[in-house]
């Protein structure tokens, strides 16, 4: 096997591994948490359900990625079908459900005078919830389109049976896939820019009242919105690097060997739903104060099966950390 297929495999095996296992402990703390208080925030809400759509399209992806693997001969047109729509509906969820706890975010924390602003800040349960039924029309024609984008090329092939027809067939089918799924992604990318750039000037504008009182004044305020910055610009990199691999697969998609293609496109779309759960954990301090004591747990246990070294397992100390701000 060649090494930079290999190096790929073992790279998109620690994503797929790692999405799970993030995706899973985020569902997995706010379903328990559920249960216990009987009622769930806003942002929980929207983190819990982000994480079960990170999940399926984690699977759906590398679903469609061993599909093309096969023969397509051997392959279930039903199957197919079902996999590419399972794909494009965890992913559409996946972004707009990104892009609404940004816009959550946002508005919880955002400082702006306008009638306009403070009337959405008053009713932010109703704006989310509206965007993400609002967000079902773009679903509804991305899902059109791939369908007949389906249908034509099954069509094609289906007269004309020759392996050079089909193949050829299947090459432009799937530049066609990747090229509308990626415009379809336009949309949600766009709105997050415009959230994080409206986060930039609320917190200048609250920097500029700050120091007019306190030189140098550092506040709850502020500290919520370089927290609400820092996730959304996580997921506005990450999703800039997807689409730039995507553009990118395009521009090289009849150079490259396809195997190799195959699992650059799967590495790329499993670094995307993994790294940036990982992000949300790590600046959630409910979550973060629940992954550290499950590694303590874990910790524990390891110490207790088996006889440790001097020091190996010393309590953990100056481990204090500054809990962030909830926002609920």
């Known amino acids: 096997m060649d090494s930079g297929i290999l190096s790929?495999?073992?790279?998109?095996?620690?994503?797929?591994?790692?999405?799970?296992?993030?995706?899973?402990?985020?569902?997995?703390?706010?379903?328990?948490?559920?249960?216990k208080r009987r009622r769930i925030s806003e942002v929980d809400q929207l983190l819990s359900a982000l994480a079960l759509s990170r999940i399926v399209l984690l699977w759906s992806v590398v679903l469609n990625i061993l599909l093309s693997f096969t023969y397509p001969g051997r392959i279930n047109i039903h199957l197919i079908r079902i996999s590419n729509f399972s794909w494009i509906v965890s992913n559409h969820f996946n972004l707009w459900l990104s892009t609404n706890l940004s816009l959550f975010?946002?508005?919880?924390?955002?400082h702006f005078s306008s009638s306009a602003f403070l009337y959405l800040k008053w009713r932010v349960r109703k704006v989310v919830s509206t965007t993400l039924v609002m967000s079902l029309v773009p679903l509804f024609f991305n899902v059109l389109v791939i369908n007949g984008i389906f249908d034509e090329s099954i069509g094609g092939c289906m007269r004309n049976m020759s392996y050079f027809h089909c193949s050829k067939a299947?090459?432009?089918f799937s530049k066609r896939i990747l090229l509308t799924n990626s415009a379809f992604m336009f949309l949600p990318f766009i709105f997050s820019l415009a959230v994080i750039l409206l986060l930039i000037i609320s917190l200048r504008r609250h920097q500029k009242r700050m120091h007019q009182v306190v030189w140098g004044a550092q506040d709850a305020s502020a500290t919520a919105h370089l927290r609400a910055l820092q996730t959304g610009?996580?997921?506005?990199?990450?999703?800039?690097?997807?689409?730039?691999?995507?553009?990118?697969?395009?521009w090289t998609f009849d150079f490259l060997d396809m195997n190799?293609?195959?699992?650059?496109?799967l590495a790329t779309g499993i670094a995307f739903?993994?790294?940036?759960?990982?992000?949300l954990v790590l600046g959630n301090s409910k979550l973060r104060q629940a992954l550290g004591a499950m590694l303590?747990?874990?910790r524990g246990l390891w110490c207790w099966g088996r006889a440790p070294e001097p020091g190996d397992c010393a309590p953990l100390t100056g481990q204090a950390s500054v809990p962030l701000?909830?926002?609920h």
């Not at 975010?105 to 955002?110: D, H, N, R, S, T």
């Open 273 to 279: 739903p993994s790294g940036h759960s990982l992000i």
């Open 170 to 172: 299947s090459t432009q």
């Open 296 to 298: 303590r747990g874990l």
């Open 8 to 35: 790929i495999i073992i790279v998109v095996s620690v994503e797929f591994f790692l999405g799970n296992m993030v995706n899973g402990f985020v569902a997995l703390v706010n379903g328990v948490d559920l249960v």
């Open 233 to 250: 610009m996580a997921f506005f990199l990450l999703s800039v690097a997807f689409i730039l691999s995507v553009i990118l697969q395009l």
């Open 260 to 265: 190799l293609l195959i699992l650059s496109s």
């Open 325 to 327: 701000r909830r926002l």
């Open 105 to 110: 975010f946002f508005l919880k924390i955002g």
